[in-house]
């Protein structure tokens, strides 16, 4: 496997930490921008919430980090990328949490698609792919165990924006419902798309306090270290 050094870029993938390497993808899916994900797993990579419009050179440069074991709608959302990337290595697994499943299969057309508790044997010790509860519509909690701490990866339940949306209507929302500017819990996708907000809310600052991470990867804004403030997701769950 191919190892950059620290925020490296190769066609845009920067790499976070090694050992398993790390790296992110920002990508545009229309009205906003996400990071994708990429992760060394055992003989190979896996890529979470695949990067949708971009040029082949992104995911060739992907497989010079290894060879593209999986590919991972992280929620019933964030599948734009997929068909692309399953066209693209088409031995690759396709996961989702297992409340997507059926909404990311009708909109990529693509079957065979497994459930998060099927990826183990794919991504070995290191990284664990949870289908968080209390859940509609399902989202993964991705977690690496680096070298230099723990990772945590999440979609749409956290986000770190550093300034509000440029869009009038969308800028009203984030800020009327306190989900921007800065690291805030979303509070507006949980509304269709949580069951028990407050019992997530619990079950995070549970995990969090249980496993601190060292590093928070939000689909959504920008890359939080937690070595100076190790409490700091506890307390925005609440605790």
């Not at 997507?100 to 794919?122: E, F, M, N, W």
């Not at 990866?153 to 869009?167: G, K």
């Amino acid at each position: 496997m191919r190892v950059w050094s620290n925020e490296t870029m190769l066609y845009g993938w920067k790499q976070i930490v090694s050992d398993p390497l790390v790296a992110t993808f920002e990508y545009s899916f229309g009205p906003g921008a996400a990071n994708s994900l990429l992760v060394g797993v055992n003989g190979g990579v896996i890529v979470v919430s695949p990067p949708c419009r971009v040029g082949t050179d992104v995911l060739d440069a992907a497989a010079q980090f290894g060879t593209v074991r999986a590919v991972v709608a992280s929620n019933a959302f964030h599948y734009l990328g997929v068909p692309a990337w399953k066209a693209r290595f088409p031995d690759a697994q396709i996961f989702a949490p297992a409340q997507s499943i059926a909404r990311v299969a009708a909109k990529t057309g693509l079957s065979g698609i497994r459930p998060l508790a099927d990826s183990a044997a794919v991504c070995g010790e290191q990284v664990t792919l949870t289908d968080m509860p209390h859940y509609k519509t399902g989202e993964v909690l991705v977690r690496i165990r680096a070298a230099s701490g723990l990772a945590w990866y999440v979609t749409d339940v956290i986000l770190n924006l550093q300034q509000l949306p440029a869009h009038p209507i969308a800028r009203a929302i984030f800020q009327w419902s306190g989900s921007a500017p800065g690291l805030r819990m979303n509070k507006i996708g949980p509304l269709f798309m949580v069951k028990d907000r407050p019992a997530l809310k619990r079950w995070l600052r549970d995990e969090a306090e249980r496993d601190r991470p060292r590093w928070l990867i939000p689909a959504h804004g920008d890359v939080v270290d937690l070595a100076g403030t190790p409490n700091r997701l506890a307390e925005l769950f609440g605790g």
